[in-house]
């Protein structure tokens, strides 16, 4: 059974700066694309970032580009999301998620396992 188990989030203000990880086990890790999505208060749940199998490829949403980056250690089998310059619109539960297979796709509905969520807010 895959369990995904993020850590990382917490209060920070405006401008800083906060990295979350996500441990995966339960299955080769190293062989599936993984993401991070959000969902803040009374929104739904919307794409952070995805990276391939091996890493070599990534993605962000166009409202985190240039100040969240997303990286993998298949040694470690985790996941991270370095999030830089956050802003208050960034608060929200962060979740990661194992897709269904090894490349990185934007789509919740690719992804079949999911953590617990964290929670990110960033005060003004």
């Known amino acids: 059974q895959v369990q995904l188990v993020e850590s990382g989030g917490g209060l920070i203000q405006a401008g800083g700066s906060l990295r979350l990880s996500c441990a995966a086990s339960?299955?080769?890790?190293?062989?599936?694309?993984m993401g991070w999505f959000r969902q803040a208060p009374g929104k739904e749940r919307e794409f952070v970032a995805a990276?391939?199998?091996?890493?070599?490829?990534?993605y962000y949403a166009d409202s985190v580009k240039g100040r969240f980056t997303i990286s993998r250690d298949n040694a470690k089998n985790t996941v991270y999301l370095q999030m830089n310059s956050l802003k208050p619109k960034d608060t929200a539960v962060y979740y990661c998620?194992?897709?269904?297979?090894?490349?990185?796709?934007?789509?919740?509905?690719?992804?079949?396992?999911w953590g617990q969520g964290t929670q990110v807010t960033v005060s003004s």
């Open positions: 998620a194992q897709a269904y297979g090894g490349v990185s796709t934007t789509s919740s509905y690719n992804y079949n396992y």
């Open positions: 339960g299955r080769t890790f190293s062989s599936y694309a």
């Open positions: 990276i391939s199998w091996s890493g070599g490829n990534t």
